[in-house]
T-cell receptor, first 113, second 113 residues
Framework: DTEVTQTPKHLVMGMTNKKSLKCEQH?????MYWYKQKAKKPPELMFV???????INESVPSRFSPECPNSSLLNLHLHALQPEDSALYLC????????????FGPGTRLTVT | AQSVTQPDIHITVSEGASLELRCNYS??????LFWYVQSPGQGLQLLLK??????LVQGIKGFEAEFKRSQSSFNLRKPSVHWSDAAEYFC???????????FGQGTRLTINP
């Protein structure tokens, strides 16, 4: 099973709302990733968790707050977002390290109004 | 810094024709190379990967890719495309010791009936 699931599929939120994106994998992978993808662009790495610890934060604004409750789950908490944060948010997992393939979820389409 | 170049932003081919998508990476340590495909509004799906060994690798959906170290290239090929192959294709490279993949800008493939 190489499935990564993400919920919700679509999310519309106002600039004062607080919401969360969820990601789950059951492949026993030790690394999990959040990406942001704008239209016609490659995925842009936001955060990397390795063995449930945050190992990379690509200078992401604090209105995005990641959380890794356990090795199978990854959350992205959203607060006070801006319209320019509207994008497809992708979660991925891998066995860890840049030499392992990453498996991607279907993404959450986020619209900030 | 590592980089990946996909020289073709958009390619159009006729259904049944052969396909080659180009990918060049910057020189560095031994690269680990990946091709992903993304249909509109979906996540990325791994087509194939190269770690070592035989330089011609087979992937899913009838795709193959050839690693040429002398040219720093990892081009994706398919002998006969189907309308369902229309999508965005991303080449990515990872390196041992790195925790993240570097993605190319992508090539959008359009199929003419």
């Amino acid at each position: 099973d190489t499935e990564v699931t993400q919920t919700p599929k679509h999310l519309v939120m106002g600039m004062t709302n607080k919401k969360s994106l969820k990601c789950e994998q059951h492949m026993g992978h030790r690394a999990m990733y959040w990406y942001k993808q704008k239209a016609k662009k490659p995925p842009e790495l936001m955060f990397v968790y390795s063995y449930e610890k945050l190992s990379i934060n690509e200078s992401v604004p604090s209105r995005f707050s990641p959380e890794c409750p356990n090795s199978s789950l990854l959350n992205l908490h959203l607060h006070a977002l801006q319209p320019e944060d509207s994008a497809l948010y992708l979660c991925a997992s891998s066995q860890g390290g840049g030499f392992y393939e990453q498996y991607f979820g279907p993404g959450t389409r986020l619209t900030v109004t | 810094a590592q980089s990946v170049t996909q020289p073709d932003i958009h390619i159009t081919v006729s259904e049944g024709a052969s396909l080659e998508l180009r990918c060049n990476y910057s020189y560095g340590a031994t690269p680990y190379l990946f091709w992903y495909v993304q249909s509109p509004g979906q996540g990325l799906q791994l087509l194939l990967k190269y770690f070592s060994g035989d330089t011609l690798v087979q992937g899913i959906k009838g795709f193959e890719a050839e690693f040429k170290r002398s040219q720093s290239s990892f081009n994706l090929r398919k002998p006969s495309v189907h309308w369902s192959d229309a999508a965005e294709y991303f080449c990515a490279v990872g390196y041992q010791g790195a925790q993240k993949l570097v993605f190319g800008q992508g090539t959008r493939l359009t199929i003419n009936p």
